[in-house]
């Protein structure tokens, strides 16, 4: 059972939160000027990294706000947690 | 010649004290070229190579596990085999599958154990009773067994269920597929693992593919543990590594990798004669021939490659199990554990020719592809030999993602198997 760290509530039962998947994939600033290729990476292509993995995460039973964390897909190591729109430590 | 196994070989080791046995396959070192190289010894894989050597004659071929053959995915499901589902793609794709299972104890002159015991899909509210029918006309369209049972059927057929009006998942009817069942999944992969062997296929076990040689957009070999080994053609057969071995030739791939768990109880007397699934509260229960209920649950919803069991998951369940089946309440687990399943986004899977020429990839199976190893394996065999997919796994191919012909199974595939 993961112990999960929001940045607004602190460390919290992973049953409360949601997964929101690969994190700092942009939406299409001009949608019209994609083809279907460009579209089928936005829509459908992840890393998917074995590794350090950057993602995002929703307090879902909490206080219902989104964040950004890192995590090691092979080990479950917790990294950074950093607030939606700021850019992941180095 | 490999001797064939029967009643007379059983009789003839019998009196040897069993010590005549001889190994089931060799473990060669690796030939510095190859035709073909499949990566990855589970079920899918070996059924690749024993379908190349048998239908397409090329029998110049090594399979490359990094752990033992059966190791990944197929020594860990919980084993269930069906063919009902919804669209017309999948349904032939995995009914050809079954088929192949009818017949594969005695193609390959290996028990697979195959029990045709029956798969009850439960349906507890309304909704669910509405599209179990759809499904049930849709799949009975393409002439695949199936019917729908009503809540009096299914009590008499598993009595242990509760099926009463207050009980906290009410059992409003379900479906049936009777030719549905189980089979022994480390005999499905040691069964091909032999049968291949025997028609000369290398299985070369311990040994992992660490990168992927190419000459500009040509596949060339691929680099392991074991040293350089040159191929013709390469084939990706890594379920939970789908993407991380296809990204090693620079391929992105629409997976991502989940963790799904199963365990078993401590085995009882039969209670058990068929396989009972429940999509809606995620479990899945049938019993073992040594007694042990077998239990799937859902995925955990983030990425691991772990391949551990989390106690949440577990939880929940516990808590659906005996719901469903309340005698099963006082049971203690022997064993649980996780698998990692590459899910693809319509939850259906990739068995295709890439952008790379010479190299192939078949993965993206998710929770459900063991019921689909011999067909998987036949059709890749074809899109290996013939470089070109057979019509039942082109709709499968790669492209579907960005012309957007999905065929969307969440409903048959996404948690159940
Ligand atoms: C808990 C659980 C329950 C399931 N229940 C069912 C069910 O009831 N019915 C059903 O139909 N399906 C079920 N499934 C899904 C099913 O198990 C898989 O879809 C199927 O077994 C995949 O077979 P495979 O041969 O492709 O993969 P695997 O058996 O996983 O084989 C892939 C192999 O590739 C190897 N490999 C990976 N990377 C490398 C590398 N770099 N070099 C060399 N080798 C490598 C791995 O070691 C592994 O042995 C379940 C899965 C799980 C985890
Ligand atoms: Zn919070």
Known sequence: MFLINCPWCGERDEEEFAYGGEAHIV??????ALNDEEWAD??????????????RWNHAHGCRRWFNMQRNTATHEFGAVYKIGEKPPK | MKSKYSIFSLVRNAMGYHQGWEQAWRSPEPKPEYDVIIIGGGGHGLATAYYLAKEHGITNVAVIEKGWIGGGNTGRNTTIIRSNYLWDESARLYDMSLKL????????????????RGVLNLAHNLHDLREISRRVNAIRLNGIDSEMLST??????VPILDCSKNARYPILGASLQKRGGVAR??????????????????????CEVTGIMRD?????????SRGTIKAKKVAIVTAGHTSHVAAMAGLRLPIESFPLQAMVSEPIKPILDCVVMSGAVHAYISQSD??????????DH???????STLAVVEQQMAAVTKLIPILSRLRLMRQWAGIVDTCPDASPIVSKTPVEGLYVNGGWGTGGFKGTPGSGWVFAHTIAQDRPHALNAPFALERFTTGALIDEHGAAAVAH
Do not use: C
């Open chain 1, 27 to 32: 939406r299409p600033k001009d949608p019209d």
């Open chain 1, 42 to 55: 936005y829509l459908f292509m992840r890393k998917n990294t074995k590794g350090n993995y950057l993602e």
């Open chain 2, 101 to 116: 299972y009818e017949g594969l104890s005695q193609d390959l002159n290996f028990n697979i154990m195959l029990s045709q």
């Open chain 2, 152 to 157: 009096a059927d299914v009590q008499a057929m």
């Open chain 2, 185 to 206: 999944h480390d005999g499905v992969a040691w069964g091909y693992a032999r049968a291949a062997d025997a028609r000369g296929i290398d299985i070369i076990q311990k």
């Open chain 2, 216 to 224: 500009g957009d040509t596949v060339t070999g691929v680099e392991t």
């Open chain 2, 290 to 299: 040594r007694g042990e209920m077998v239990m799937g649950a859902g995925i």
């Open chain 2, 302 to 308: 983030f990425i691991s490659y772990t391949q551990k």
